[in-house]
């Protein structure tokens, strides 16, 4: 558990808007570039979560309601470990904002499918293991899914898992002794998470071969070597 506590989390949500119509909508101002789009994505998912907030009512946000934070007040506060004292229902769109808010960005890995879509990727901001971060978390993806974001998944799309330790990055011997067991269970946890598109991808690479390549050792490396 103590261990637990000192771990921070980030995730990436990589989906498609399969039409912008609705999500423009009245929208007068020029776009000048695509990147002008996120900031509109950003605010209608901005006022889609408070809309999930105040109705309360899907189901995996049942067993946090009672353990939620409050509201921070302006300015966003964080605590002293550089986290955010409680669930800030504001996604940007702006680069500053990266693991301090939610934001909204592009990921050219994306094939999107649609009359008029655009690739998303969504990403947290730096979290713990802490029942408000779920919550937002579940808020999240239920406001993505609905009207009139109606984000959608396909192959090519993916959810990334990034763990640390913030402020302080883990020690030369954590980082070996993380590398080392990883090493050992790779195979499993590739069958288990891993989908079959992705096993040749060039993003997700086993680790293995390529530390076994990379040290001309052959095509198969072990947590021994």
Known sequence: EKGQKELSIGLELECFLPDLGPVIGQQLLPLDKRDD??????????????????????????????????????????SSDGF??????????????????????????????????????????????????????????HALRSPPLCAATNESTGLHVHLGRYPNFFSVEEVAAILKAYLRFEPVINSLLLPVTRQKNRFCRDLREVLARAKGLGDTATDKV
């Open 37 to 78: 789009l996120f900031p509109l994505v950003a605010d209608c998912l901005s006022r889609k979560l408070l809309e999930v907030d105040a109705a309360g009512s899907h189901r995996c946000r049942a067993r946090a309601e009672a353990n939620m934070a409050p509201l921070p007040l302006p300015g966003f506060p964080e």
């Open 84 to 141: 955010p004292q409680s669930s800030e229902r504001r996604v940007s769109a702006e680069a500053m904002d990266w693991g301090r808010l939610w934001t909204a960005t592009q990921d050219g890995s994306i094939q999107p499918e649609g009359p008029n879509p655009l690739p998303v990727e969504i990403v947290s901001k730096r979290m713990r293991f802490q029942e408000f971060d779920v919550t937002l978390f579940c808020d999240v993806i």
